[in-house]
């Protein structure tokens, strides 16, 4: 398919592919994920949608990027702000790189080696995430939080280290505002 | 630099970098580029700015990737539309993604074996130039034609190639009206 070349359109304003469908996590795919274990019971009874993004099925070479928007929704479980899974890369030294399009929000981002970064994003903000980091978008805002990215795309997806240990850090509302605290679900590496 | 996370602001509208200067290429850069001479001889006493590009330094490794924004202003060269130099990688097989945040323009490509291809860019479209072709953009609007792009850290320019031979299209103004026609300029490779 990518020997040729195509064009996708994604809407600025929503985010949203125009000629595929996007993959969908709802809050019942984020279990243990979020801090406040009885708003989650509340909350997963409506069960909303928190994020979207795309997997545009470029080849999985070395030399090809695997590209596509995310769309986090705006909203909390408890005081902890809608947030993407977040993962590591399979092929471990690779990079990502994430345009702001619309909305405001956080990366959220550490190291096996304990560093951790957080950075907020505007639209027409972009952020260079490096290869060996963990990353999460976080919806600090109001409307949907948009980004485009590009990565490797052989780079894949390790979720399984955060699922297992989380983030250091997490992202809460207080008073209004984001705040950056300390992650009680986050789970000392073993290295 | 880069083996920590790090943002830069592309303004969405002009398309131009917050904290560091661009990369400008004026007419007088573009010698032989273009197919009408006397057109070019007139309008290079001008020099007017044809295109504005950047870049950050991204580690130049395999792991990494390179980014910024290309910014193509509007006018003509006779009926020639303003575009880029154009370039191969000089890591053959490597890809690029240019995402349109502003203006109107298209992507320029062919490869040595004789293909060729031209697609529309309208803000949120995408364009995936696969490895192996040569690719320029063209301002088909009035107003300043701005796509964010993504490569490989380590891809690198090859401009000597399009220097030496063109391309075989080039997209000229009729009516008002871009057209895509033979390159009277474009010679055979010799492979």
């Known amino acids: 398919m990518y020997e040729q070349p195509v064009t996708f359109d994604f809407d600025m304003t929503t985010g ?5 469908p996007g993959m969908v996590r709802h ?3 984020m279990k243990d994920m979020f801090c406040d274990e009885q708003a989650f019971a509340e909350l997963v009874k409506e069960n909303p949608l928190i994020y979207t993004f795309y997997d545009m099925a470029a080849p999985a070479t070395d030399l090809d990027l695997a590209f596509g928007t995310s769309i986090c929704q705006p909203g909390t479980v408890g005081q902890e702000y809608f947030m993407t899974k977040g993962h590591y890369h399979e092929v471990f030294g690779t990079a990502e790189v994430y345009y702001c399009l619309q909305g405001r929000g956080m990366m959220m981002m550490e190291t ?5 970064c957080v950075k907020e994003l505007v639209p027409g903000r972009m952020v260079y995430v ?3 980091w963990a990353h999460r978008t976080i919806n ?5 939080f948009i980004t485009f990215y590009v990565f490797r795309g052989d780079a ?3 979720y399984a280290t955060i699922e297992d240990k989380s983030f250091r ?3 809460i509302e207080e008073d209004g505002s984001p705040v950056v605290v300390d992650n009680p ?3 000392q590496q073993e290295i």
Chains 1, 2 share one sequence.
């Open 16 to 20: 949203l592919c125009m000629q595929q």
């Open 27 to 29: 809050l019942s795919y």
């Open 112 to 116: 096996l080696e304990g560093l951790w």
């Open 130 to 132: 490096p290869g060996g």
């Open 140 to 144: 600090t805002g109001t409307e949907p």
């Open 156 to 158: 894949g997806h390790d």
């Open 169 to 171: 850090k997490m992202v």
């Open 185 to 187: 679900r986050w789970k």
